[in-house]
């Protein structure tokens, strides 16, 4: 059996602070959608080092176990390294290593570089119970009318800029509109699935859901919730995987393929709200002649009263981006104080049908805008979102069209 391989590596700082009886931690990383972190100490002389299982104890009452082969090894910036290899059976989340890795001296004097180490761990899970069997569903099957899979491949990863998200084409199952959007958030590459229903037709779904990153080779990194997912919105994680490891070992012509799979298990409906429904509204426009807003310059549409409140919608290109903004332009009034929260979908439609958005909730105290900056940047909006409307004016430039849609409930 070859078993599960991984590798781990992480760069240790502040050597010289290391006392005796501290310990530094590495961060938690998944591997084979198991939680592991590094950890080293000072010891009687020597360098401590651990591999540390950060998997619950338990799982639905079952215990599981991990039969471990690794190898830790201690890597110099001129290539020289010591390794030791051990072998272990975590059954909790605990760490394992040797105490007595290699003395505090030679490390010091031959791997020591700007008061840092570097460890690496080369790992096989060459054994396994209890986990394996249960945290991949048996009824996530491909073929099952209760499962759909979207698959997108994302382009430009090495322009991606720090919070800069993309997203997939949207795709519609059990007739509810889904989507994959991904972040570059803190050096990570995080990833959701997006559930994009109307705010007036909202149901609570219940799901499992599995990502998959996969290079061309064939290798794959996965991670799937632990139980089942109730979203009315998007799900994902954060901290899907380090991004200088994508970057490494899943780009292929600055570009990456990325699949969601989901498992329905059951829709429900929210009960209707009537108050709530007779306070929600539309603020729609058309933007025309889009070519025309240049870097730096925004397009304000007319203001238009609902419930006695004046707003107004406002596209802005910085930076290389899209920014849409609501604003809400009710004044002041010194003799009584007033706050409006709203949830809210800002939403970009072309002519095509092809649509993106933005959601969220906030509580307005003063007349403000509501930005989400970031939203697409402007060559991808040009190329996806606006299409000619079907006539030329003088001078070459084409009219184009696009459909921004605010959709928000609110209570005074």
Not at 36 to 55: A, M, P, V
Not at 56 to 69: A, D, G, H, P, V
Not at 169 to 192: C, G, M, Q, T
Not at 325 to 331: D, G, N, S
């Amino acid at each position: 059996m070859a078993g599960k391989l991984f590798f781990l590596v992480h760069t240790f700082n502040d050597i010289s602070k290391l006392g005796n009886g501290k310990r530094y931690y590495s961060d938690i990383e998944k591997r084979h959608n198991i939680p592991w972190r590094l950890c080293i100490f000072k010891k009687e002389g020597f360098l401590g080092l651990n591999l540390h299982c950060e998997t619950k104890e338990c799982f639905e009452k079952k215990k599981w176990s991990f039969q471990t082969k690794f190898t830790m090894k201690l890597v110099a910036v001129s290539g020289k390294f010591f390794r030791r290899t051990v072998q272990y059976e975590f059954q909790k989340p605990e760490g394992h290593g040797m105490d007595k890795f290699i003395s505090w001296e030679n490390m010091l004097r031959d791997y020591v570089d700007n008061d840092s180490i570097i460890i690496e761990i080369h790992a096989n899970i060459v054994r396994s119970t209890g986990f394996f069997e249960r945290k991949y569903f048996k009824y996530l099957q491909p073929n099952s009318d209760d499962t759909f899979v979207l698959k997108h491949t994302f382009k430009n990863i090495s322009r991606f800029l720090q919070y800069e998200a993309d997203h997939s084409d949207s795709e519609e199952h059990f007739n509810i509109p889904w989507r994959v959007e991904i972040r570059k958030l803190n050096e990570f590459l995080a990833i959701y699935l997006l559930c994009e229903q109307e705010i007036c037709e909202e149901r609570s779904i219940e799901c499992v859901l599995e990502f998959r990153l996969i290079s061309a080779s064939g290798k794959s990194y996965s991670d799937q919730c632990d139980s089942v997912v109730k979203m009315e919105s998007s799900w994902g994680n954060h901290y899907f995987i380090r991004w200088n490891e994508m970057e490494k070992e899943y780009v292929q012509n600055d570009s990456i393929c990325l699949e969601a799979h989901v498992l329905v298990i059951n829709v429900t409906d929210k009960p209707r709200d009537i108050a709530h429904a007779e306070k929600t509204f539309v603020l729609s426009d058309t933007v025309k002649n889009m070519s025309r807003i240049k870097e730096g310059w925004f397009y304000n549409t007319k203001i238009q009263n609902r419930f006695n409140i004046p707003w107004r919608l406002q596209i802005q290109r910085r930076d290389g981006f899209v920014g849409l903004c609501l604003y809400c332009l009710k004044l002041l009034d010194e003799s009584r104080k007033w706050s409006i929260e709203i949830e809210f979908q800002l939403k970009i439609v072309s002519t095509n049908g092809r649509r993106l958005l933005c959601r969220g909730t906030y509580v307005i105290e003063n007349p403000i805008s509501y930005q989400c900056l970031m939203i697409i940047r402007w060559d991808s909006l040009e190329k996806k979102y606006i299409k000619p409307s079907g006539f030329t004016i003088p001078v070459g430039d084409k009219e184009y069209s696009m459909e921004k849609w605010l959709e928000m409930a609110f209570d005074h």
